[in-house]
């Protein structure tokens, strides 16, 4: 019997990172993590790891934690899409991805895969195609956020690495991620938390992809196994407005699903007043103008690709709703 392969998971404290972590060692990986020493990896207790203690911004730990792996994955993101000041953004998802290829290089990994973003796909599908696709290039017009310019740096380094000098990396495009174990929760999760404990009674009058967060997961381990180095991949199940996923959470959580979509102009009156008593108090919002934006300039893509070289076939998302419904009532 062959020795179990080393996959290092860079961000595992994370709600996909933690996922990913958990289905690797299904998969009977040997697995490493490697977090900071004050980060809280509560929803990984009972499992069989080893751990590092570091941080993208340290190279040392990145190469100590990376020698002798297979696979690495990249999951260190700071998802800040809201944050006036983009500084933090570009330290943790640009600099953060430059140092943890540098360290994956020195130690002659077999794979890098990068949890990239469906920000870093462009809008307008092409060859006639009414979806976007991993083909489908990002213009200037489509960075509406600082955070969006980011997480495509952070991409285009990677792939650029492999055009230059061969690296064996790809790129894992994931959308909006639902599931059980969304601890912090992310923003978007926590709508379906409030609706699940009817606290939201309006909905927005947009839509995103959105994916479970084990298909995503999987998604990426076949990435590591199969995918093409210098390529990349669309990780989402589907394009769903904002107003179905929630009447999903909803009936599921025994809620009557909101009623009544809000205004755009209100939202954007509402964000004003509170990015302006967040200033005043010192603080950073997450309703923010960044955050609207994030939300509403979106478009369907097709992850065809994923299905077709990867042979990844993901759940219908209403599955992985109900399960993210059951984990924040129970929680």
């Known amino acids: 019997m062959s020795e179990a392969k080393i996959a290092l998971v860079i961000g595992a404290s994370g709600f996909l990172g933690s996922h990913l972590v958990k289905e690797l060692i299904k998969q009977d990986y040997s697995v490493r993590i490697l977090v900071r ?11 069989t790891f080893e751990k590092f203690i570091g941080d993208v911004g340290d190279l040392d730990s990145l190469k100590a934690a990376m020698q002798g792996c297979h696979y690495v994955f990249h999951s260190a993101v700071n998802t800040g899409a809201w944050l006036n000041d983009s500084g933090p953004l570009y330290k943790t998802n640009v600099l953060g991805t430059i140092n943890s290829v540098r360290a994956a290089k020195a130690a002659e990994v077999e794979k890098f895969v990068l949890t990239s ?8 599908g092409v060859g006639g195609s009414q979806m976007a696709s991993e083909a489908s290039e990002l213009s200037e017009k489509d960075m509406v956020t600082e955070y969006t310019r980011t997480r495509f740096l952070a991409e285009q380094y990677v792939l650029n690495e492999f055009r230059e000098s061969g690296f064996p990396a790809v790129a894992g495009c994931v959308s909006n991620t639902y599931g059980p174990c969304d601890s912090q929760p992310t923003p978007h999760g926590n709508l379906v938390k409030l609706v699940a404990e009817g606290r939201l009674p309006f909905y927005f009058g947009a839509a995103a992809e959105v994916v479970g967060v084990v298909d995503a997961a999987k998604g990426l381990i076949l990435a590591a196994e199969r995918g093409i180095s210098g390529e990349r991949y669309i990780f989402s199940e589907r394009y769903l407005s904002n107003r179905e996923l929630l009447s999903i959470a909803a009936k599921h959580a025994g809620r009557k699903p909101p009623a009544r979509a809000i205004n755009k102009s209100l939202l954007g009156a509402a964000v004003w007043l509170a990015e302006s008593a967040s200033r005043v108090a010192g603080k950073q919002s997450m309703v923010s103008a960044n955050s609207i934006k994030m939300m509403y300039e979106t478009w369907p893509l097709n992850h065809q690709k994923a299905t077709d070289e990867l042979g990844w076939r993901p759940a219908p998302i209403e599955q992985s709703i109900q399960q993210a419904v059951d984990y924040y009532l129970a929680d």
């Open 37 to 47: 020493a004050s980060s809280n990896i509560k929803t990984l207790k009972g499992l």
């Open 117 to 124: 973003s469906l920000v870093t796909i462009g809008s307008g």
